[in-house]
C-alpha cells in the first residue's frame, strides 16, 4: 500500500483496474431451478448473438424467455456502456447458479404411510457473460 493513501482507497484504486470489462447482465431470484435454466444456456454458449437470440426465440421452454431478456441485456450493456460493436459479439460464459429455496406452506407432496411433506421453491440466478470476436 502506498504512503498517504488509506486503504480504502487503494482498494478502490485495484478493484478499478482489476475490473472484468467484459459486457454482462445477471438475473437474480428467478422461479426456476438452476438444471433447467443450464438446459436452455448450454445451447446458446459461444454462439453469436444473432444465432442465440434465434435460438433462445423459439425454445418452448420457460427458461428460454429469461435467458432471453438476460441476453438482450447484456447487449445493451455492452453498446451503451462499454461502446462495442453488437455484430462482433459472441456469449463466452453462461451461468445458471442455485439461488435461495424455501418450502411452500400450502403445497404438499403425498409421501408413503399417508404422510406428506412441503414442497420445495427453487430459485436460481441466470448470468451471460459476452466478449468481442479477435
Known sequence: MPKGQSRTQYKRERNKTERDNRPQAHAKYIRLSDTKARIVLDQIKGKGIKEARALLLYNPRYAASVALKVLDS???????????????????????????????????????RGRANRREIKFSHVSIILNEKK
Open 74 to 112: 447484456a447487449v445493451a450493456n455492452a453498446e451503451n456502456n462499454l461502446g462495442m460493436n453488437v455484430d462482433n459479439l459472441f456469449v463466452q460464459e453462461v451461468r445458471a447458479n442455485k439461488g435461495s429455496s424455501h418450502y411452500s406452506r400450502w403445497r404438499l407432496e403425498p409421501r408413503a
